[in-house]
């Protein structure tokens, strides 16, 4: 069965903008709830190590620098079938394709700066979710 939980982080775009409670809001309007949360500065070794999957990409390197242009607020939320429906409400990667009342419409910048993530899978989210929380943050 699908998992309850998944992570998210508002990227710096969208935390710089102050727009973290409207983002926030929408999610819990929407069935969320927050479980854990933290606000941090990511290093290059973080987030290089966080987007490894991406290293091959052409746009590697401009993903590392904007996620460590500024603060970011990673989170844990819960959910029925959490990374599904995380993904629904956070909408396309491009915000130009993405679905109307979704975050990224919303709030979205451009394809790279586009103030959510969202994990993709029930394993990724649990790995992420590792990444940044200690395992007493994650006893729910
Ligand atoms: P996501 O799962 O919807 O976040 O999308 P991906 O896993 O494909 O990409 C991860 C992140 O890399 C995206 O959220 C963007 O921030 C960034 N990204 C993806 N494609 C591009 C691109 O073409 N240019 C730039 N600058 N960043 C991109």
Same mark, same amino acid.
């Given at each position: 069965?699908?998992?309850k939980?998944?992570l998210?982080?508002?990227?710096?775009?969208?935390?710089?903008?102050?727009?973290?409670?409207?983002?926030?809001?929408?999610?819990?309007a929407r069935?969320f709830?927050?479980?854990?949360a933290?606000?941090?500065h990511?290093?290059?070794?973080?987030?290089?190590?966080?987007?490894?999957?991406?290293?091959?990409?052409?746009?590697?390197g401009?993903l590392?620098?904007?996620?460590?242009?500024?603060?970011?607020?990673?989170?844990?939320?819960?959910?029925?079938?959490?990374?599904?429906?995380? &993904?629904? +409400? /956070?909408? @396309?990667? %491009?915000?130009?394709e993405? =679905?109307?009342g979704?975050? *990224?419409?919303?709030? #979205? !910048?451009?394809?790279? &700066?586009n +103030? /959510?993530? @969202?994990? %993709?899978s029930?394993?990724? =989210?649990g790995?992420?979710? *590792?990444?940044?929380? #200690? !395992?007493?943050?994650l006893?729910?």
């Amino acid at each position: 069965m699908a998992g309850k939980h998944t992570l998210t982080i508002i990227k710096p775009d969208a935390f710089g903008a102050a727009k973290a409670g409207n983002i926030i809001a929408l999610l819990e309007a929407r069935g969320f709830r927050v479980r854990a949360a933290r606000v941090m500065h990511l290093t290059k070794q973080q987030a290089g190590e966080f987007y490894a999957v991406h290293r091959e990409r052409p746009f590697y390197g401009e993903l590392v620098d904007f996620m460590t242009s500024g603060a970011c607020m990673p989170m844990v939320l819960e959910k029925p079938n959490a990374v599904v429906a995380l &993904r629904d +409400a /956070i909408g @396309a990667t %491009d915000p130009a394709e993405a =679905a109307a009342g979704t975050v *990224r419409k919303l709030y #979205a !910048e451009s394809k790279g &700066r586009n +103030a /959510i993530h @969202a994990s %993709d899978s029930d394993d990724n =989210a649990g790995r992420e979710a *590792r990444f940044f929380f #200690a !395992e007493t943050d994650l006893i729910y």
